[in-house]
């Protein structure tokens, strides 16, 4: 397949398991429908290859399917079609292994794997290095964003690296994830004119 | 008082009235608790002066201060202090022209009023252009967001100035309204290597 522009070959993974919870235990979070909604408008703007919620529970896998597939009805279309072209960028998968394996087969290439952390750590990569790193590779691009309290430490280890928390002007970095993906994608793909030019798409 | 910096004078309203639905019919759309909490902790992480919303049916004013109320408590504080300090940021508002005053009252001046449009219109304002207006004018600023199917063009017109949709490399500008805060917020007032050192905060 044609490997596309750098925003199709790239990937949004929300992490339900394993992340930790306010107590830094690790847990596995519940789907919840406005993650699913939101951030599948948020991948469909930034015209995305796709966006997989990550649960290990058969139920949750199930219940994220029914959700999404009303959507893809005629019914749903008809309610909503805008809403229909973003949820048909869904995928549900039991683990992050198995959304790095199916992206991979796609694309005959393993993603770069980049992890998204509001907690500061170094080194952390600027949106520009990581689109750089996966130009210049050609391979897929995947961001993982943990649920709850994040992701856990062996997963930000792991990845192939990190993009460190979303900054304004004050001390304070808890934002919704939904907010944050949303962000973190206009800051990777956003109108060139509000990042400086300095990669045009 | 003191002026502040520009994000210190800067306050969001989220509108609930008037906006359009689907149909292009004039209403009042419903508080949503998430609605709240995310564009409130949006608001937090960019320093703002405060987040209003905006809806004329007292029912919906007094369910949103309840839930607000709740996280002003010891016991909301104990349960999550980060989540409790962005809802202090939260005020409750009849309506656009109350907001107007409230701010005007605040600062001795009245706001700049900016609106924000999913539909193209012209002129649209460029986020460097908004801050300079507010820069040099040394007034507040105020963004108003509809809920639904956005602001009607009332306000659209009778606003200081617009901002457009928020464009990806794609023509699909479906955001739901919290995430397009949060990325209008942080063009506006993120950490300045994203947008090109035009004004350091």
């Known amino acids: 397949m044609s490997l596309g522009k750098p925003n199709q070959r790239t990937y949004v993974a929300l992490v339900h398991h394993p992340v930790y919870d306010k107590n830094h235990k690790v847990v596995a979070t519940s789907v919840t429908n406005l993650d699913i ?68 087969d796609r694309h005959h290439l393993p993603p770069v794997v980049v992890a998204t952390s509001a907690r500061p750590r170094s080194p952390m990569l600027q949106p520009h290095e990581v689109l750089r790193g996966a130009e210049d590779s050609e391979r897929p691009l995947l961001l993982l964003f943990g649920t709850g309290w994040g992701l856990v430490d062996d997963w930000i280890e792991k990845a192939d690296g990190l993009m460190g928390p979303i900054w304004g002007p004050t001390d304070y970095n808890h934002l919704a994830v939904r907010t944050a993906v949303g962000i973190i994608l206009d800051r990777l793909f956003g109108e060139p004119r509000y990042n400086c030019g300095e990669h045009g798409l």
């Open 37 to 104: 909604h939101d951030i599948a408008r948020a991948c469909r703007t930034y015209g995305l290859g796709g966006y997989y919620l990550v649960h290990p529970i058969g139920a949750q896998r199930e219940l994220t399917r029914r959700i999404v597939a009303h959507w893809k009805t005629s019914e749903g279309m008809a309610q909503n079609e805008d809403r229909s072209a973003a949820l048909r960028l869904v995928q549900v998968s039991a683990s992050i292994e198995e959304v790095i394996r199916e992206i991979h």
